[in-house]
T-cell receptor, first 114, second 117 residues
Framework: DTEVTQTPKHLVMGMTNKKSLKCEQHMGHRAMYWYKQKAKKPPELMFVYSYEKLSINESVPSRFSPECPNSSLLNLHLHALQPEDSALYLC?????????????FGQGTRLTVV | AQKITQTQPGMFVQEKEAVTLDCTYDTSDQSYGLFWYKQPSSGEMIFLIYQGSYDEQNATEGRYSLNFQKARKSANLVISASQLGDSAMYFCAMRGAGGTSYGKLTFGQGTILTVHP
């Protein structure tokens, strides 16, 4: 099973709403990532979790709150978002360490903030 | 700091022909990994091929091969026998080894490939 599953696929939320994006993998990967991608742009790293601990936060606004409840799950809690936060949010996972540790991506959640 | 440069915003190729997508990189890490991903309009990032900085042979995966020239810091993707389904955005990416770059996947700006019948 080389799959990263993200839910929901699409999400429309108002600026006062609270919502969560979910990501799940069963490949035994101990590194998980959140990326934000605007149209026709490369993904931008938001957060990295390594062994369920937050290891990298790329100066992301506090209205985005990540959570890694266990080694298979990664959540992104959203609160008081702005229209400019509308984007494709990609989750990825990989093995830790060196070697051919490619990152496997989910299909993403297309978020629209209205 | 790591940087990936893809200088071709768009490329066109005839079906069944080969195409090369350019990628140059810059890093101070001695050990690093280079990746190519394909992103169709559906949004999913599909892993294509990997090259480690210490690998002496160029990586190959089916119709994909990576032309790795370490001294020139380039990692070009070659797609042989292009198919219509190859039309997509292609990203070159790098993963660093130690310190603050560990675990970070840095992407280039991408190249949109269009395959004509």
């Amino acid at each position: 099973d080389t799959e990263v599953t993200q839910t929901p696929k699409h999400l429309v939320m108002g600026m006062t709403n609270k919502k969560s994006l979910k990501c799940e993998q069963h490949m035994g990967h101990r590194a998980m990532y959140w990326y934000k991608q605007k149209a026709k742009k490369p993904p931008e790293l938001m957060f990295v979790y390594s062994y369920e601990k937050l290891s990298i936060n790329e100066s992301v606004p506090s209205r985005f709150s990540p959570e890694c409840p266990n080694s298979s799950l990664l959540n992104l809690h959203l609160h008081a978002l702005q229209p400019e936060d509308s984007a494709l949010y990609l989750c990825a996972s990989s093995q830790t360490g060196q070697g051919p540790t490619e990152a496997f991506f989910g299909q993403g959640t297309r978020l629209t903030v209205v | 700091a790591q940087k990936i440069t893809q200088t071709q915003p768009g490329m066109f190729v005839q079906e069944k022909e080969a195409v090369t997508l350019d990628c140059t990189y810059d890093t101070s890490d001695q050990s690093y990994g280079l990746f190519w991903y394909k992103q169709p309009s559906s949004g999913e990032m599909i892993f294509l091929i990997y090259q480690g900085s210490y690998d002496e042979q160029n990586a190959t995966e089916g119709r994909y091969s990576l032309n790795f020239q370490k001294a020139r810091k380039s990692a070009n993707l070659v797609i042989s026998a292009s198919q219509l389904g190859d039309s997509a955005m292609y990203f070159c990416a790098m993963r660093g080894a130690g310190g603050t770059s560990y675990g970070k996947l840095t992407f280039g700006q991408g190249t949109i490939l269009t395959v004509h019948p």
